[in-house]
């Protein structure tokens, strides 16, 4: 399976700090590394996947499964807060 861009990149970060450790350059500074890297982000892109709206009865699941007290009460609140704030988004549009 190949790395995502970001894991190449903080491979390449870890590269460059340990360069510039022992007081020398980073090759990951050169102008064929930044070019790879624009063509591996291009390649394989850095946008994050959609994940499916979560369903009535999904909803209802996540509120079933909160603790009961305090803690419970605040996460029911935040789930169903959330849910109704999604749920009107398609409104603020039109």
Known sequence: ???KPGSI???LNAIAKAHKAVGLESP????IVANTMKGIRRTLGTA??????ALTDDIRAMVEATDTGTIGFRDRA????????????PNLWG
């Not at 994050?48 to 709206?53: C, F, G, I, L, N």
């Not at 935040?78 to 988004?89: A, C, M, T, Y």
């Open 1 to 3: 399976m190949a790395m």
């Open 9 to 11: 990149q903080r491979r």
């Open 28 to 31: 990951t500074h050169t102008a």
């Open 48 to 53: 994050p996947v959609q994940k499916a709206a």
């Open 78 to 89: 935040l789930i169903l807060l959330d849910s109704q704030e999604l749920s009107n988004v």
